[in-house]
């Protein structure tokens, strides 16, 4: 199975040039550190950045600068600072190409679940809400199945919806699969050392397998 690092070096593979990318709290952040030299991208914090770097090292820490995970950041030239509600001006206005953000379930049709668990206690939502109706390309990271053994990747999601009909790509520590349109989860690679019939097994959702599906290559 993936690491989390792993999880964010096969997504970086799926950033193009030009883009302007919203990174959402966890495995997402990481994949700042991976993304090929060779690209032109402009990273998005929610909470007001434009332009972040990879995580700063220990001689290189500003406690000021930080991520909407609260965590603290770089910034490359040219990199500008401002409000909450102008970078939400940004997401709303469909300013951001892409959105790599976590989620607790993805349903066969895109939905996705990733902001509240019932009766436990959440910090809210965040921009997630917006960011899922705004980008256009939505790619999940996250774990294929729960920690009781549980497949995320449903028929339907059971837990509160944060978006419908959004996601485009996944990966998880299992697989690479894209969404869709009609519904159903496409198996496009998979981890090494992992079986076709292994992620048939753990994928409530429709799984469709065409032809020999490919390890990732890293």
Known sequence: MLSKIQIAQRIAKEIKDGQYINLGIGIPTLVANYIPDDLDVVLQSENGLLGIGPFPTEDNVDADLINAGKQTISMVDGSVLFSSAESFGMIRGGHVHLTILGAMEVSENGDIANWKIPGKMVKGMGGAMDLVASAENIIVAMQHCSKD???????????????????????????????????????????PGVSVEEIQSKTEGRLVVEGDIPEMDF
Do not use: H, Q, W
């Open 149 to 191: 053994g549980k497949s995320k990747l449903l028929k339907n999601c059971s837990l509160p919806i944060t978006g419908i009909n959004c996601v485009k790509k996944i990966v998880t520590d299992l697989a690479y699969l894209k969404v869709l349109p009609e519904g159903g989860f496409k198996l496009m690679e998979r981890a």
